[in-house]
């Protein structure tokens, strides 16, 4: 899959910034005055800023609107939905930290659940395509989740947690890889079967469809080179990794927890990024591109 810039910056951005209001929501990162007003603008900027960079890749971006009307079968439309929702909720628990004067604790638990429902919505976009079996796997709203909660708990100054998300996901990651390397092939997915002719013999592309590149191949077939992906595959995983080493070896300062949430938004970009360039959309056997 074509790994566009605009969705890579969605899922990152967003991701942090509901992590962060995640743990705002229930409380294990106190603050009030100006210390509030930081943590609740950084949370909502990352994630209005996220959610405003997936309509760049959109052809009709004035047209984004209309994907709140399909929520009882399209999970972009759930997750559009969850956002929004967990915004305005969220509203007046922000603001009673910034004036010092508390909510009940029971709206800012749902807020968080629903911080936490709307990365799941992200993920389930794609762990939803059958036609990527790659991304068909329950690995990935394992991934999204574990972003989301390590970079979430980097950026709230909470250390235990922080290094128990950064476990997860590397879990998570590491049997991403492992799994999806097989997926195709366990999904046993060939021209044949794509076309149906499989059961009159072996199937074979006899002249291109196309004599030039169309949406389908732009945008559903991408190639990395297995040397590039190996690289990025460990720049993601050092990124993961280092923030954590990080907070063992530093101290506890608020420098240092911005420091690391910056590697992690790093190794988070690059993971992402090879999350969508590995990709292999089953269309690409139509033109005899795997």
Same mark, same amino acid.
């Given at each position: ?96 930290? #910034? ?121 559903? #077939? ?26 063992? #070896? ?18 988070a970009a690059a993971q992402r990024w090879l999350f969508f360039a590995e990709a292999e959309h089953v269309v690409g056997l139509f033109y005899g591109q795997r």
């Amino acid at each position: 899959m074509h790994p566009a810039p605009s969705v890579i910056l969605f899922t990152t951005l967003s991701g942090m910034g509901l992590g962060l209001l995640a743990f705002l929501g229930l409380g294990l990162a106190p603050s009030h005055g100006l210390a509030a007003f930081l943590h609740w603008g950084l949370a909502y900027g990352l994630t209005v800023a996220g959610l405003l960079t997936s309509t760049f890749h959109l052809g009709h971006p004035e047209r984004a609107w209309r994907a709140f009307s399909q929520w009882r079968s399209s999970w972009l439309s759930r997750e559009g939905i969850a956002a929004v929702a967990t915004l305005l909720i969220l509203a007046p628990v922000a603001l009673s930290d #910034i004036a010092g004067a508390p909510l009940p604790s029971v709206l800012g638990w749902i807020g968080a659940a629903g911080a936490l429902a709307t990365a799941f919505t992200t993920s389930m976009i794609y762990a939803q395509l059958k036609t990527v079996p790659r991304w068909n796997s329950p690995t990935v709203p394992a991934l999204f989740l574990g972003y989301v909660l390590t970079g979430g708990a980097l950026l709230a100054g909470l250390t235990l947690p922080a290094l128990i998300g950064t476990l997860a996901t590397l879990i998570a990651v590491l049997a991403h890889f492992r799994a999806g390397d097989r997926a195709f092939a366990k999904a046993g997915q060939t021209l044949g079967t794509a076309t149906g002719l499989d059961r009159i013999g072996t199937v074979r592309v006899f002249e291109q469809p196309h004599t030039a590149p169309n949406y389908l191949m732009r945008e559903m #077939i991408f190639h990395v080179g297995r040397k590039h992906a190996r690289r990025l595959r460990a720049i993601a995983l050092a990124l993961l990794v280092l923030p954590a080493l990080g907070l063992l #070896i530093l101290p506890q300062a608020p420098w240092v927890f911005g420091l690391m949430a910056a590697l992690h938004l790093l190794g988070a970009a690059a993971q992402r990024w090879l999350f969508f360039a590995e990709a292999e959309h089953v269309v690409g056997l139509f033109y005899g591109q795997r």
